[in-house]
């Protein structure tokens, strides 16, 4: 039930919570069936990679760390492996477990199914019609740019956009929900942190706790797996600079003023500035979802097209009410105004889904 002191949708966003809430209200098995359409579809467009029986690009590096902790030694041996090493521990049991084929079935699942949940998830906020979004996320797969790089590098950021996506879309009615899936995203890729501030900061009134709950729990668990990770002084000596002359992310800048040792340092301060506007005033749900999307990626020094699907959601919402503001706008320089309004924003969507080094 919503609290009587929860933010209450301001004009602009108060269709968007409506769609988003309609979205939530329909039945599981409606959703779980409509990600199951998608994954089969994405699956279909990119039968080559989808149907390899080798892994291919980053799906090679994990293979490797999982190889190489089966044989009782460190994942970080090849440069490429980025992440914590519970992921590797994870991937030397499946292959013992379920062997190769099964354990590269999984991976590309796991991606598959986590771009289908992200783009499912964003779509909610845009069509309430389930056959409406259906299609249209359909569309979207089969032509995103950001989507294809990120199937054809085999990286598990799909996986880990959509848990992240799907956890902030439900974080009001499942709180516990929201905060499993961000915590466990970090075993594959860290890219939640932003989010977890975003939402731990969050100005709420009295009795609101859904946040401090799905942000609590993300945080405990995201820990918990960096406890349980071995090899946990290799993760934090591993130097992002080199590899930000290709990032998309605020941390490139860095790289172009040739300032090696601002990179922790820019994360903090972006980190600020989110908790900080969370703080300014007291966000509704949909504005929480857009800033939390955008701190994920805002704060990760490393970020790629592929990783840029987690602000989906913000896209979504960006689009719908720059269209709606334009639509609703009499007069010839109000009409201008939302005119240029509307096309810069379709523009800096059409730079996300383009981005790429």
Known sequence: MRSATEAQPSPPTSRLEAARRSFLAEPLGLHLLAVLLLL????????????AAEPVNDESIYFDAFERVAR??????RSG?????????????????IGAAGTLVLLRLANLAGAATAVWCAAGFVARNWWARLAGSALYLVVAPAVAVGVFVGNLSLAVSGMIVAALVVW???????????????????????????????????????HLIAAGLAAAIALAVIALSPGLDRVLAIDPFP??????SPHRLLHLLGW???VIWLSIAIAL??????????LDAVRTIALASTAAVATTP??????????????????????????GRTGDDGQRRRAAELTGVALAVAAIQLAEG
């Open 81 to 97: 492996y980025l992440t914590f090493s519970l992921l590797a521990h994870l991937g030397a049991w499946s292959l013992e477990t």
């Open 302 to 327: 490393l970020v790629w097209s592929h990783t840029l699907l987690v602000t989906l959601p913000l896209q979504a919402i960006s689009l719908d009410i720059a269209w709606h503001r334009y639509r």
């Open 172 to 210: 009001t009615q499942r709180p516990v929900v929201a905060g499993l899936l961000l915590g466990t995203s970090v075993v594959a890729k860290p890219l939640v942190p932003g989010a977890i501030v975003a939402l731990a900061c969050r100005r709420g009134g009295a009795g609101e706790r859904r």
């Open 243 to 248: 590899r930000l002359a290709r990032s998309v």
């Open 72 to 77: 009782g030694e460190s994942p970080f041996d």
């Open 40 to 51: 089969l579809v994405l699956a279909l467009r990119h039968a080559t990679i989808a149907l």
């Open 260 to 262: 090696s040792g601002g």
């Open 273 to 282: 500035g989110v908790a900080l506007a969370a703080r300014r005033r007291r």
